[in-house]
């Protein structure tokens, strides 16, 4: 039963234009949600997360969006660089009044390409 | 650097075999996981610890043991390998439950059973 989906396994941009990645989510108690960005054979790093309280974050080139009516968060890069070429994963979590222990839900991952 | 090492980084060993991986941090962050990567499954919990002895389960812990006997050091015991455990290994580390602070990856370790 897979509470945080990423439904496209992959995704191809051009250079310079907008990337577009997304997650859905089951779990109505999730109220923390992060994307990751991994590089073969390194782990996954922290790129940018928000609350469930906020319908949007920003840091530089990387925008998150956040539905919960839709259970839908989106990740937008603008302007896509090749260096961004990489798998990205979203995760999810509840903190649950702090017993949570900061136990994290993650999608599938969607594998991104950018194209010179 | 990140201040989290994981060995082996790569291991290849035999069905029925028990092994042992190693995380170890210089951060001193309290909590720690351990997270293998498949396909089509992204990263799924297998065991986590929220201070020193203090462990609990994961999603997939079935055919998993782990230790913290001190702060630095979390290990992840296969008790008797099998193929469905050749996988990608992460561990992760963040200094408390919230998530201001986002998990910290180590390299990975790829495992192998044959």
């Known amino acids: 039963d897979q509470q945080v989906k990423q439904n496209s396994p992959s995704l191809s941009v051009q250079e310079g234009r907008i990337s577009i990645l997304n997650c859905d989510y089951t779990n109505s108690m999730f109220d923390y949600f992060l994307w990751y960005k991994k590089y073969p054979a390194e782990g996954p790093t922290f790129l940018i997360s928000?609350?469930?309280?906020?319908d949007k974050n920003e840091d530089g080139r990387f925008t998150v969006f956040l539905n919960k009516s839709a259970k839908h968060l989106s990740l937008h890069i603008v302007p896509s660089q090749p260096g961004d070429s990489a798998v990205y994963f979203c995760?999810?979590?509840?903190?649950?009044?702090?017993?949570?222990?900061?136990?994290?839900?993650f999608g599938q991952g969607t594998i991104l390409t950018v194209h010179p | 650097d990140a201040g989290i090492t994981q060995s082996p980084r790569h291991k290849v060993t035999e069905t029925g075999t028990p092994v042992t991986l190693r995380c170890h941090q210089t951060e001193n962050h309290r909590y720690m996981y351990w997270y293998r990567q498949d396909p089509g499954h992204g990263l799924r919990l297998i065991h986590y610890s929220y201070g020193v002895k203090d462990t609990d389960k994961g999603e997939v812990s079935d055919g998993y043991s782990v230790s913290r006997s001190k702060t630095e050091d979390f290990l992840l015991t296969l008790e008797s390998a099998t193929s469905s455990q050749t996988s990608v290994y992460f561990c992760a580390i963040t200094p408390r439950g919230g998530f201001n602070y986002g998990y910290t990856f180590g390299s990975g370790t790829r495992l192998t059973v044959v």
């Open positions: 995760a999810a979590s509840s903190y649950a009044g702090g017993t949570s222990y900061g136990k994290l839900t």
């Open positions: 928000i609350s469930s309280i906020k």
